[in-house]
């Protein structure tokens, strides 16, 4: 017996070896093995296929979204302004905090989905040039 316990006197194939051994006529049984294993893998995908498909019509009925893979979209809700221009709004004649202005900002209708969006109105304050800041953590509109 040898060390891999082959009892069956069969000689096991070299690896690396591949169908270069193969004559002319087995390979083209190969072929045409691989070519009709293909086209079930493709009417198999498509049933599956079938199915993603109704699911996701299905998910979509209780009001959520899914894409190839199964994940849902997180999708970016549209504003009728840009930020600036709705925290130039909320902020006119007005002295605020970055969080009391985050909020008006969204009360105003600004919609977001952002779980940072305070840190976003603060980057918007310090960077836009259209803010002014009147004292630590307070802003204003210029």
């Known amino acids: 017996m040898s060390k891999r316990g082959n009892t069956s006197g069969t000689k096991a194939p070299r690896a690396g070896r591949g ?4 004559s002319v006529s087995d ?4 072929l045409a093995k691989r070519e009709r294993r293909v086209g ?7 049933r ?8 996701d019509a299905t998910i979509a009925e209780h009001g959520g979204s899914a894409r190839a893979g199964g994940l ?5 809700p549209k504003n009728d302004m840009n930020l600036v221009d ?3 709004k909320v902020l006119d004649g007005k002295t605020m905090s ?4 985050s909020q008006a900002v969204q009360d ?21 040039g259209k803010f002014k800041r009147v004292a630590r953590g307070q802003y204003t509109a210029k």
């Open 40 to 46: 079930a893998l493709l009417r198999k995908r498509e």
């Open 72 to 76: 849902a979209i997180r999708r970016r």
């Open 19 to 22: 169908l270069g051994g193969l």
């Open 108 to 128: 105003f209708g600004y919609k977001t989905t952002s779980p940072s969006f305070r840190t976003i109105v603060n980057q918007t304050l310090i960077n836009s």
């Open 48 to 55: 599956i296929m079938a199915k993603v498909r109704s699911l």
């Open 86 to 88: 709705a925290l130039a």
């Open 27 to 30: 390979l083209r049984k190969e």
């Open 98 to 101: 970055v969080t009391e202005v």
